[in-house]
């Protein structure tokens, strides 16, 4: 059967991307938040997972305000780098693996959830971001994608234990996919950051630090939050957060927290990242 290696919480700030194409990485306002990264890169490469599971939300570039689905999940054998709005990025089209999206995407609907299926689609930086940073510019990708979206943007919002619940089921797939491979789950999204409104540029740091700690050591505090809790605590954009659910919702009870990273501000938004291995 498949194995879960483990789970990362992370940022995927769209200027984290065109840092990278700038090569920023090492200026002064920009260096601090990489080199958190670097810790991650060395535990994905010494992990070699086979399998990327990542939970995202699109941002208004392969899904719009008229049609936006509670949950997504990709069907797809490739997925390419959609444009967003400053040119098509330097970067490998995503391999996905069909036969283990397909079998999720069945196991869903089994267990009475009802995403949308996506055969063909593109992914933005809600995807490409976090991939670069655990997996650095490869000239092709060394794991293979299952893609998640989740709805963030438009209400109502699924709420966190809705969140957390497929996490949970996707844990019992992974368990019982009839291969050896090593899968990693990748909740992605956050941290406390508001674009819009009388808080536009709003960042709670206490909450932040607090949540990379608690995703760890107190999920249930995160999984029984409403949904207006997450708006008022992180931002209306911080809401995100409840993407790291199905990611939590996945791993052990009792987790090893491996790395943790904050740095703020990064462009309007707190932004850093956990690794979590299971203890058992």
């Known amino acids: 059967m498949a194995k879960l290696i483990g789970g990362v919480g992370t940022s995927h700030v769209p200027s984290i991307g065109a840092a990278i194409d700038r090569g920023a990485t090492q200026d002064k306002d920009w260096k601090p938040f990489f080199d958190g990264y670097i810790p991650a890169k060395k535990?994905?490469?010494?992990?070699?997972?086979?399998?990327?599971?990542?939970?995202?939300?699109?941002?208004?570039?392969?899904?719009?305000?008229?049609?936006?689905?509670?949950?997504?999940?990709?069907?797809?054998?490739?997925?390419?780098?959609?444009?967003?709005?400053?040119?098509?990025?330097?970067?490998?089209?995503?391999?996905?693996?069909?036969?283990?999206?397909?079998?999720?995407?069945?196991?869903?609907?089994?267990?009475?959830?009802?995403?949308?299926?996506?055969s063909e689609i593109e992914v933005d930086h809600g995807l490409q971001v976090p991939m670069e940073l655990l997996f650095g510019h490869p000239d092709n990708w060394p794991v293979k994608v299952l893609p998640i979206w989740v709805n963030t943007v438009q209400y109502p919002i699924p709420t966190p234990q809705r969140c957390w619940d497929m996490g949970v089921l996707l844990r019992k797939v992974i368990e019982s996919y009839p291969t050896d491979e090593t899968v990693v789950i990748m909740g992605t999204g956050g941290l406390s950051h508001q674009l819009q409104g009388s808080r536009a540029g709003f960042i709670n740091q206490e909450a932040d630090l607090a949540y990379l700690d608690g995703i760890a050591n107190d999920p249930e505090k995160y999984r029984n939050m409403s949904r207006e809790d997450y708006v008022e605590t992180f931002g209306s954009e911080g809401a995100e957060l409840i993407m790291w659910l199905v990611m939590r919702g996945a791993m052990d009870k009792q987790v090893n927290l491996i790395h943790k990273h904050y740095h703020a501000p990064a462009s309007m938004t707190g932004a850093g990242m956990v690794i979590l291995e299971n203890k058992a």
């Not at 509670?70 to 997925?79: K, S």
């Open 43 to 118: 535990w994905m490469a010494d992990k070699k997972p086979d399998i990327a599971v990542v939970i995202f939300n699109d941002h208004g570039n392969s899904f719009f305000l008229d049609r936006v689905p509670t949950f997504a999940v990709g069907v797809a054998e490739n997925y390419k780098p959609v444009d967003e709005g400053w040119g098509p990025r330097k970067l490998p089209d995503f391999k996905g693996d069909a036969n283990f999206s397909w079998y999720f995407a069945d196991k869903l609907v089994e267990n009475h959830f009802d995403p949308l299926i996506c």
